[in-house]
């Protein structure tokens, strides 16, 4: 017989230990088990359950006193007296069976409606988990379609860049072929600025032909600035279009991952092979951008490589005007200066001519005038006679004796014949020594002429030898850069 008080659970409501195998540590059965995350207040499930059971407080078996649970003293007969007192009425009996079945039913209420709402409860938490997991494929599939866009974007832009630097890459060829051209006729006109400083005396003459070279020099030397100057824009221009080809490039390398990495996250399904837990994933925050910075980076990249198309093509169109602008400015001066070549080299073969031909009519003077002179040196000769006769005549007559020495007719034809004689003389030695002063007037002249001529066909040598230097010029399309 049981103490009175006592449930028919007691005799096994205590810990039972084994004889035989000490007690088993409870393990997971697997091996990664979701912890899931609980909210302030929330209850788990199992935490409903009520303790059936009840401690026993149990009693030291070394105690050697009886168990006296009135701490009355005890009688003769303490078992029946205690047993008799110890027991419940009828009407305890069925109060309690209509409690017990009250608390029953209480339990199977409560529990049903636990069971129904739990019920809903996990009707409307899977309908909500599907609805995010939905929202969650929508949004990526947005996500993604607006990478497409950008992508798109890029690529369009990326591959305009890529073209425009192409192109101003060759433009930046065609101004360093056209700055090198142009380095021949440079050196071609300062050549002949430097053989024309070779010309002789008077022909050492600042005309306008020097003018020309000395004019198509600076233009040469203009053009080749402009050119210069262009070619260092365009490279400054190219350093920019790599930096923004750079940057495309590098947008559209992260988009490509962004987009695979989103494409493999939109896949996922629940059945995936690839799917884990990592816990606390969700409270990291490494994001460097929100939607609106996101598009705008591209953006600004987007127009950063537009502005530099646009430098580009402005640069281009400078280049081709430049390059026309220097190409009619030195064929320009190339032919002024070959026209001031010809007619100077015209003027100089005319001044040469008439050199010459005076030169011929000297010449022909010279000759005539050593031809009077020795004729006048005959005439005097001849005229020594005569006049030795008429003197020695007069110095026969002159010794005739006493009144002899009449002034009669003879003598003074004698006198008038000396003196006649002698004038003719010294009228044919002035004209001689006249003769003589030009015909070293004409030597003289002569030897200028000479002089002059050589000088002219120096100058006229000279000026075709540049003409022959200036005969070969780069044409056009090779000024241009082509």
């Known amino acids: 017989m049981e103490f009175l008080g006592n449930t028919q659970l007691a005799s096994y409501c205590g810990t039972k230990k084994s004889c035989l195998f000490p007690d088993i540590a409870p393990t997971s059965t697997t091996k990664d088990t979701y912890r899931s995350y609980c909210p302030p207040g929330y209850r788990s499930l199992s935490s409903w359950r009520p303790s059936v059971l009840r401690r026993v407080v149990s009693v030291s078996p070394s105690s050697d006193k009886q168990f006296i649970p009135t701490g009355r003293p005890p009688t003769i007969l303490p078992e029946l007296r205690s047993t008799l007192h110890a027991r419940y009425s009828t009407r305890d009996w069925h109060h309690a069976n209509v409690v017990q079945l009250k608390d029953s039913e209480d339990s199977r209420l409560c529990a049903g409606r636990l069971n129904i709402d739990s019920m809903r409860l996990m009707q409307d938490k899977?309908?909500?988990?599907?609805?995010?997991?939905?929202?969650?494929?929508?949004?990526?599939?947005?996500?993604?379609?607006?990478?497409?866009?950008?992508?798109?974007?890029?690529?369009?832009?990326?591959?305009?860049?890529?073209?425009?630097?192409?192109?101003?890459?060759?433009?930046?060829?065609?101004?360093?072929?056209?700055?090198?051209?142009?380095?021949?006729?440079?050196?071609?006109?300062?050549?002949?600025?430097?053989?024309?400083?070779?010309?002789?005396?008077?022909?050492?003459?600042?005309?306008?032909?020097?003018?020309?070279?000395?004019?198509?020099?600076?233009?040469?030397?203009?053009?080749?600035?402009?050119?210069?100057?262009?070619?260092?824009?365009?490279?400054?221009?190219?350093?920019?279009?790599?930096?923004?080809?750079?940057?495309?490039?590098?947008?559209?390398?992260?988009?490509?991952?962004?987009?695979?990495?989103?494409?493999?996250?939109?896949?996922?399904?629940?059945?995936?092979?690839?799917?884990?837990?990592?816990?606390?994933?969700?409270?990291?925050?490494?994001?460097?951008?929100?939607?609106?910075?996101?598009?705008?980076?591209?953006?600004?990249?987007?127009?950063?490589?537009?502005?530099?198309?646009?430098?580009?093509?402005?640069?281009?169109?400078?280049?081709?005007?430049?390059?026309?602008?220097?190409?009619?400015?030195?064929?320009?001066?190339?032919?002024?200066?070959?026209?001031?070549?010809?007619?100077?080299?015209?003027?100089?073969?005319?001044?040469?001519?008439?050199?010459?031909?005076?030169?011929?009519?000297?010449?022909?003077?010279?000759?005539?005038?050593?031809?009077?002179?020795?004729?006048?040196?005959?005439?005097?000769?001849?005229?020594?006679?005569?006049?030795?006769?008429?003197?020695?005549?007069?110095?026969?007559?002159?010794?005739?004796p006493n009144i002899e020495l009449c002034h009669d007719a003879p003598q003074f034809q004698l006198i008038t014949e000396v003196y006649a004689i002698d004038d003719t003389l010294q009228t044919l030695k002035r004209r001689l020594q006249e003769a003589h002063d030009s015909l070293q007037t004409l030597l003289l002249s002569k030897s200028k002429l000479e002089h002059d001529i050589s000088v002219k066909a120096n100058s006229f040598f000279i000026d075709k030898k540049c003409m022959d230097m200036r005969s070969v010029f780069p044409s056009t399309p090779r000024l241009m850069g082509y």
Not at 259 to 288: P, Q, W
Not at 331 to 356: D, G, Y
Request: with cysteine; net charge negative; aromatic share 6%.
């Open 126 to 400: 899977d309908q909500l988990t599907y609805q995010m997991q939905d929202d969650s494929k929508r949004n990526l599939r947005e996500r993604i379609s607006n990478i497409d866009f950008w992508r798109s974007e890029l690529v369009y832009e990326l591959e305009c860049l890529l073209k425009e630097t192409q192109a101003l890459e060759t433009a930046k060829k065609r101004l360093e072929r056209a700055a090198n051209e142009l380095q021949g006729p440079l050196k071609v006109a300062l050549e002949c600025l430097y053989h024309r400083e070779k010309r002789q005396g008077i022909d050492l003459v600042h005309d306008d032909v020097e003018k020309n070279l000395i004019k198509e020099v600076d233009v040469f030397k203009d053009c080749e600035e402009i050119l210069t100057d262009l070619v260092r824009k365009i490279s400054q221009q190219l350093g920019i279009n790599r930096d923004a080809q750079h940057a495309l490039e590098q947008d559209l390398s992260d988009k490509n991952s962004a987009h695979f990495i989103d494409e493999k996250c939109f896949n996922l399904r629940n059945t995936s092979d690839s799917i884990n837990f990592y816990h606390g994933v969700e409270k990291a925050d490494e994001m460097v951008s929100i939607p609106e910075t996101w598009a705008k980076f591209s953006e600004n990249n987007i127009k950063s490589s537009q502005n530099a198309r646009a430098n580009s093509v402005k640069l281009q169109q400078d280049a081709e005007a430049g390059l026309e602008r220097t190409s009619e400015d030195m064929w320009n001066h190339f032919i002024s200066t070959n026209l001031a070549f010809n007619n100077r080299i015209a003027e100089v073969a005319n001044a040469k001519n008439k050199l010459q031909a005076q030169l011929g009519k000297i010449l022909q003077e010279i000759f005539e005038t050593e031809d009077t002179i020795m004729l006048l040196e005959r005439s005097i000769k001849a005229k020594e006679y005569p006049l030795k006769v008429a003197q020695t005549r007069l110095v026969g007559r002159a010794k005739r």
